[in-house]
């Protein structure tokens, strides 16, 4: 199975910064990467599907980037309400979840 | 309007089976993939297994000896069952439907595996 390693794992920053997550997969998944925001208590919410493609709704801000093996998301701007918990899934084969990035306010 | 909604036990003994039950409104189980995804509390999130819009299922090779996916598509329902159930299991269940970027999750039921 393929294997996710995100990083940080946990993040604190301010409002305005930029801000980047990180995940690298065990092989190459051709970018077939999704990240997900979650909110306490709430279901996943699809952010950017397929390395770089911005889901419906969701504020330009978020951006993705990657191939081969490495992806990332950036927050351009970091908003108070982008508190949350971030991760990657690959879907190139089955499916990994990395293993999330908590980003708090400093 | 898409919805999801999983059914299922509060509490299960240790070493019984899981059964859940994920109902789902406003889509066609043939043309939506429907995944199983849980979280145990203040962990993440870790893919269980698939069933497939046409029919096939897919799992995760840490589960495939002990978890079942199946359907019934005259129901809208898909069907999660998984047994020798140990502490760690104790998690939040998801179900959660895709086709290309639509991507559709039920609130989760939380189980707790209890000796």
């Known amino acids: 199975d393929i294997q996710m390693t995100q990083s940080p794992s946990f993040l604190s920053a301010s409002v305005g910064d930029r801000v980047t997550i990180n995940c690298k997969a065990s092989q190459n998944i051709n970018k077939y990467l999704n990240w997900y925001q979650q909110k306490l208590g709430e279901a996943p919410k699809l952010l950017i599907y397929?390395?770089?493609n911005l889901q419906t709704g969701i504020p330009s801000r978020f951006s993705g980037s990657g191939s081969g093996t490495d992806y990332t998301l950036t927050i351009s701007s970091l908003q108070p309400e982008d508190v949350a918990t971030y991760f990657c899934l690959q879907h190139s084969s089955r499916r990994t979840f990395g293993g999330g990035t908590k980003l708090e306010l400093k | 309007q898409v919805q999801l909604k999983e059914t299922g036990p509060d509490l299960v003994q240790l070493t019984q089976t899981l059964s859940i039950t994920c109902t789902v409104s406003?889509?066609?189980?043939?043309?939506?993939?429907v995944h199983w995804v849980r979280q145990p509390p203040g962990k993440g999130l870790e893919w269980m297994g698939a069933?497939?819009?046409?029919?096939?299922?897919d799992y995760n090779s840490a589960f495939k000896s002990r978890l079942s996916i199946s359907r019934d598509t005259s129901k809208s329902q898909v069907f999660l069952k998984m047994n020798s159930l140990q502490t760690e299991d104790t998690a939040k269940y998801f179900c959660?439907?895709?086709?290309?970027?639509?991507?559709?999750w039920g609130q989760g039921v939380m189980v707790t595996v209890s000796s």
């Open positions: 959660a439907a895709h086709r290309y970027n639509r991507d559709y």
């Open positions: 069933m497939w819009n046409g029919g096939g299922t």
């Open positions: 406003g889509f066609s189980l043939t043309t939506y993939n």
């Open positions: 397929n390395t770089n």
